[in-house]
């Protein structure tokens, strides 16, 4: 079952569905898309009393204004775009009951770039291969594969408890996410790490980078010390994932996220840790980052502990 919870007003800088992407296609070509920062709308939808897979608004940077048809409960999660509903500050993190008729907007960016609005009982628009987000350079997903227009009418399901039961929850202070913390970002190194000299893998790991302004859903291109190779920078095409770095002969590092292309033909010197993802979604151009070393053991070790902290998370909520 699915009715009109939302019309969009203004529909803000750059606002988009998107869920935790269209996973086992890439085979086929088919770009994954899905969230920027995969964290902040799994809790934002667990707040909302939702399953983390429901679909939610991805808010970037100038947020919209959206009137709500109907009482429901939302939570946003991620960066804190000075949200407020008619005039009353709604803080990231905590969800909250709103009523029919009332809108919400957004105002200066404190902290962070891209925003997530969850509604109770999830987004709904029609799903193409299992997943609901929206791949804009394709047309694929969300409303007719496009950005939120003024005057759409966003469709939501059955919320999963009565909204007095859903509203007021707050993520714990030790899951807050530091969007303006320390801005080393942790790597797994490889798989094609055999590719450069010893001074290009130094120059990668005690270097300072910068994001330039090619900067969008499909990845960062960096600006800093050149990582040399040995010998060229091409290989045969091969897998890529969300937070693989490449080194075209540039010698300057781009990071690949969520709608990043199926496959790559530049070196990989490393991949992101997943548990720093979030933390590259919700950087913008200028941004300065480091990287540092981490064994796999050492990565599958926080990723556990961030799923283990959301699987409390959803059993607190009774999801």
Known sequence: MSEPVIQVEKPGLLTTIQDAGRAGYQQYGIVVSGAMDPFAVRAANLLAGNKETEAALEVTMMGPKLKFLKDTVI?????????????????PWKSVLVKKDEVLSFGVPKSG?????????????????GSRSTYLKAGMGGIEGRELYKGDILE??????PLKNLAGRVLKADMLPDYQGGRRIRVVPG?????????????????????????DRMG???????????????????????????VPSSGQP?????DRQTSGGYTRIGTVISVDLPLLAQMH???TIMFERISVEKAQE???NREKALKKLALAAGI
């Not at 939501?156 to 408890?161: C, D, E, Q």
């Not at 781009?254 to 969520?258: C, G, N, T, V």
């Open 191 to 215: 798989p094609d790490d055999w590719a450069f000299t010893d001074e290009g893998t130094e120059a990668f790991y005690s270097g300072e980078y910068e994001l330039t302004r090619d900067v």
């Open 75 to 91: 939570a946003i999660g991620g960066a804190d775009l000075s949200a407020s509903v008619d005039g009353r500050e709604i803080p």
């Open 302 to 304: 926080l990723y556990r």
């Open 254 to 258: 781009i990071i690949l996220l969520a």
């Open 156 to 161: 939501g399901g059955v919320p999963g408890a």
């Open 220 to 246: 960062y291109r960096l600006s800093g010390p050149v990582v040399e190779h040995k010998d060229k920078a091409d290989i045969l095409s091969d897998a890529v994932t969300m937070g693989t770095v490449q």
């Open 285 to 287: 151009s200028g941004s």
């Open 113 to 129: 770039v891209r925003a997530y609005l969850a509604v109770a009982g999830g987004i709904n628009s029609e799903p193409l291969l």
